[in-house]
């Protein structure tokens, strides 16, 4: 079963929402026949490359905040990020344009180092405040995640990659992501957001059991169809067993 996962490193929703999956597919039986692929999603592609601002300003002017309201809100981000076991640190952060840093997790897909470029970009950005938006500061970075530090340093001179960040975006557009986390399971379900853990889960069991559909046994005479138990259309009647649709998005 493969999991198509749409997300900005600089999203912070992005890293709490990436937790709450992965622990709901630890929980999952079948987890070691999924794959998970994540793909190119900008918050805010207009943003100049090469340069970063300080992120307290930018919550200032897309949400009409006071300096006081935009710090609130950062507290109580990293408040929801330690709850689920990780450590931020956004006051005096900086944010950019992240098309360079997506350039790089392609390259980590085709080495096979995708998730471990992902969490290390993820914890420099949030946890210790590194750049992703220089190209020295990501070549170090993904050197430290197991890419080769040449390689990186000529994916990035060379602007290699650049259509599949440009492809990946086209893509969560037809498929209706306005924001991230956004997931699809197994071709199948979206879930948009960082839902809580059981959400993730009840949508990993039903894409299983869609892909995986168990024969029912034959009725014994005089039984109903689904032998003692209620009907199949009775455990369905409450809407469990529709395909699950785009909840709120948390992208910030």
């Known amino acids: 079963m493969r999991i198509d996962v749409w997300t900005d490193v600089v999203c912070p929703w992005c890293y709490v929402g990436k937790r709450r ?7 999952f039986p079948h987890r070691e026949q999924v794959q998970v692929v994540h793909h190119s999603f ?20 897309k949400y009409g905040l006071s300096e006081a309201q935009a710090s609130a809100m950062m507290t109580n981000m990293e408040r929801t990020a330690a709850a689920e076991g990780l450590e931020y640190h956004l006051a005096g952060g900086l944010v950019g344009n992240t098309s360079d840093a997506h350039r790089l997790l392609h390259l980590a897909k085709e080495r096979g180092i995708q998730d471990a470029v992902v969490e290390r970009f993820y914890r420099a950005h949030f946890t210790e405040q590194r750049s992703l938006f220089d190209h ?3 070549v170090q970075l993904a050197d430290e995640a197991g890419l ?25 557009q037809k498929l209706g992501a306005t924001g991230v986390p956004f997931f699809v399971i197994d071709n199948r379900y979206g879930v948009a957001g960082a839902q809580p853990t059981e959400v993730f889960a009840s949508v990993l069991a039903r894409a299983w ?10 009725a014994a ?14 455990a369905c009647a409450d809407g469990t067993c529709a395909p699950a649709r785009p909840a709120h998005t948390d992208g910030t």
């Open 148 to 172: 080769d530090a040449d390689e990186a340093r000529r994916v990035l001179k060379d602007d290699t990659y650049a259509g599949a960040v440009t492809a990946d975006a086209r893509e969560a």
């Open 209 to 218: 059991a869609d892909a995986h559909p168990v024969s029912a046994p034959v």
């Open 21 to 27: 999956f992965e622990r709901a597919l630890a929980e």
């Open 136 to 138: 020295e500061s990501l």
């Open 42 to 61: 900008q918050l805010d592609p207009s943003m100049p490359r090469g340069k970063a601002v300080e992120q307290l300003g930018v919550l200032k002017s």
């Open 221 to 234: 005479p005089g039984a109903n169809a689904a032998g003692a138990g209620p009907g199949e259309a009775d």
